[in-house]
C-alpha cells in the first residue's frame, strides 16, 4: 500500500489488462488499458463486497476523491449502501435539473403570454374564452371588456381607462395578482395623492372593482383596495351637505315634468326623491324585485354596502312605477337594457329644450336651452336621497330608523349584534316623508300635470 499523491498518480502507466491501485481502507484507484483512471471505495456490506466509483482522475481530483471516499466510507459504517445514496441523490439532481428546464420554459410561457395578452390588446382584440390573467395589467383587460363595457357609461369608462394607463400600468401593472398586497395598494395612492387627490380617489375606486372581480372569479383571494382612505386621509372626499330646500324641492319636481328628457329618466328621478334610495339602485329596479307593496333590492345592487334591502313602496312611488314588466325605467341605448346612473345626472346638468324660452334668429323662432341643473345651484339625483333623508328628522323620523331608510351600515359593535332590519318602521317613516312631500309640492302649483301624471 502507497499513500496516494498528485504525483504518484500521474507516474501510473497502464498495462494490457486492467488493474487496481489500493492506498487502505477501501480507497483505490482503477486503470484501464485506454490509460483511463477511476477512483473506487471498494467495500464489504453485509458480507457482501462493493465497489463505488468516485470519479475520474484526473477530472476529479485527489483532494475531492477523499472527501467523496470518507462521506461513503462513513455510510457503510452506518449500513448503509452509498451506491444507494449516490443513485438517489443523481436522482434528486436530475429532478432538479427537469424542474429547472420547466421553470425557464414557463418563464419564457409567461413573458411571450404577457407580450401577447396586454391591456391595450385585450380591449382592442376582445378577451379569448377561458382566459385567466395573470397581471394586474391583465386583469384591467378582462375587467374592463368583460365587466366595465357592460356596466358602466361612456363617460365612466373614459375615466376608466386613463386611471388605467396613467397610474395602474405603470406601478403595479406587471405585477402577479395574487402578489398584491394592501401595502402595494396604500403606496400606489399614497404616491398619486401627494400631487392629484381626485385622481387617487378614483384610482383607488377603479382598483378596488377591478380585485371585487378578481375576486369572484377565484383569480385573487384577498381585496388590497380597501380601507385605503384610513391609511391615505388625504384623498377622503368632502363632505357634501347639498340637499333640496322647500321651493327647489317644488322647482326641481315642476322641471323635471317640463324637460325633454325620456318618461323613463323623469319617473326614476323623482322616484329617487320619494323612496330616498341610491341613484343606481332605482336605475336597475326591475318588476321581478316588486312584491306587492316592497321593493326588495338585491344585494348586488345595493350599492357600496352589498346588503340586501327592502324598501316599502308608498301611493307615490307605486305611481311612479307603473304596471310594466321587466325594467321598472328600460332604455333601448347601451346592452344593460334599463337607463344608466350617467343618464340621470346628465338629464339635470346638460339643460334642455324649453317651449317656455324662445330664440329669434333671423325670422324664425327656436327653442333655447334653459340653464342647467333647472337654472338652482348645481345638484345631483343623489342630492334627491339626501334631500329626503334630511327631511324625515322634521317628521319625526329617528336617526336610527331613517339610516335604515337609506341602507346605511350601523356603526360600530351595534352594527355587529343588532341585525332588525326596522320593516314596520321604515314603511312609517317613508309614509311621514311622502306626506310633507306632498304637502311641500301643493305649496306653489307644480305644473299642469296632477301626481299621477308625473312625466
Known amino acids: ?17 486492467k488493474f487496481v491501485v ?14 483511463s483512471k477511476t477512483f473506487l471505495y471498494i467495500f464489504e456490506l453485509n458480507k457482501q463486497k462493493g465497489y463505488l466509483q468516485l470519479g475520474n482522475y484526473p477530472a476529479t481530483s485527489l483532494a475531492d476523491a477523499r472527501i467523496a471516499y470518507n462521506d461513503a466510507f462513513k455510510l457503510v459504517k452506518r449500513g448503509i449502501d452509498p451506491r444507494e445514496e449516490k443513485k438517489a441523490v443523481a436522482e434528486e439532481q436530475a429532478k432538479a435539473a427537469r424542474e429547472a428546464a420547466q421553470e425557464v420554459e414557463a418563464a419564457a410561457a409567461a413573458v411571450s403570454h404577457l407580450g401577447k395578452y396586454t391591456f391595450d390588446t385585450l380591449v382592442a382584440d376582445g378577451v379569448p374564452e377561458n382566459f385567466v390573467p395573470t397581471t394586474v395589467e391583465q386583469l384591467a383587460g378582462v375587467w374592463f371588456v368583460n365587466y366595465s363595457k357592460e356596466n358602466h357609461s361612456e363617460r365612466w369608462q373614459g375615466s376608466a381607462v386613463s386611471c388605467i394607463k396613467v397610474h395602474i400600468l405603470p406601478n403595479i401593472g406587471q405585477m402577479e395578482i395574487a402578489a398584491v398586497r394592501h401595502k402595494h395598494a396604500v403606496t400606489l395612492i399614497q404616491k398619486i395623492a401627494s400631487t ?168 324664425r323662432n327656436i327653442k333655447a336651452r334653459k340653464e342647467p341643473y333647472f337654472g338652482m345651484k348645481p345638484w345631483s339625483p343623489h342630492d334627491l336621497r339626501r334631500t329626503a333623508r334630511t327631511n324625515m328628522a322634521r317628521v319625526g323620523v329617528s336617526d336610527e330608523v331613517g339610516e335604515e331608510v337609506v341602507n346605511h351600515i350601523k356603526p360600530g359593535v351595534v352594527g355587529v349584534y343588532n341585525k332588525y332590519r326596522y320593516d314596520n318602521e321604515k314603511k312609517e317613516a317613508l309614509i311621514k316623508w311622502e306626506g310633507l312631500l306632498l304637502e311641500i309640492l301643493k305649496a306653489k302649483p307644480v305644473a299642469e300635470e296632477n301626481l299621477a301624471e308625473v312625466v
Not at 500500500?1 to 489488462?17: H, R, V, W
Not at 489500493?22 to 490509460?35: D, I, K, N, W, Y
Not at 388590497?224 to 333640496?244: C, M, N, Q, W
Open 196 to 363: 392629484v387627490p381626485g385622481s387617487a380617489r378614483n384610482t383607488m375606486k377603479f382598483a378596488r372593482q377591478m380585485f371585487k372581480y378578481a375576486c369572484r372569479q377565484e383569480w385573487a383571494e384577498i381585496q388590497p383596495f380597501i380601507e385605503i382612505t384610513e391609511s391615505v386621509p388625504k384623498i377622503a372626499p368632502k363632505a357634501d351637505e347639498r340637499h333640496l330646500d322647500d321651493d327647489e324641492v317644488i322647482k326641481a319636481w315642476d322641471e323635471i315634468s317640463k324637460a325633454s328628457s325620456s318618461r323613463e329618466i323623469k319617473r326614476a328621478l323623482k322616484l329617487i326623491l320619494v323612496t330616498a334610495q341610491r341613484p343606481g339602485e332605482v336605475a336597475q329596479m326591475h318588476r321581478d324585485q316588486v312584491k306587492g307593496r316592497w321593493w326588495t333590492i338585491p344585494a348586488e345592487v345595493a350599492g357600496k354596502n352589498e346588503r340586501e334591502h327592502r324598501v316599502y313602496l308608498t301611493d307615490t312611488a307605486i305611481e311612479l312605477v307603473g304596471d310594466g314588466k321587466g325594467y321598472i325605467f328600460p332604455s333601448e341605448r347601451g346592452k344593460r337594457g334599463h337607463v344608466s346612473q350617467n343618464a340621470l345626472s346628465q338629464a339635470i346638468n346638460r339643460g334642455y329644450l324649453s317651449d317656455e324660452v324662445v330664440k329669434v334668429v333671423g325670422n
Open 22 to 35: 489500493r492506498e487502505g481502507r477501501g480507497f483505490a484507484l482503477q486503470v484501464l488499458p485506454s490509460g
Open 1 to 17: 500500500m502507497k499513500q496516494f499523491t498528485e504525483k504518484f498518480l500521474a507516474s501510473i502507466k497502464p498495462q494490457q489488462k
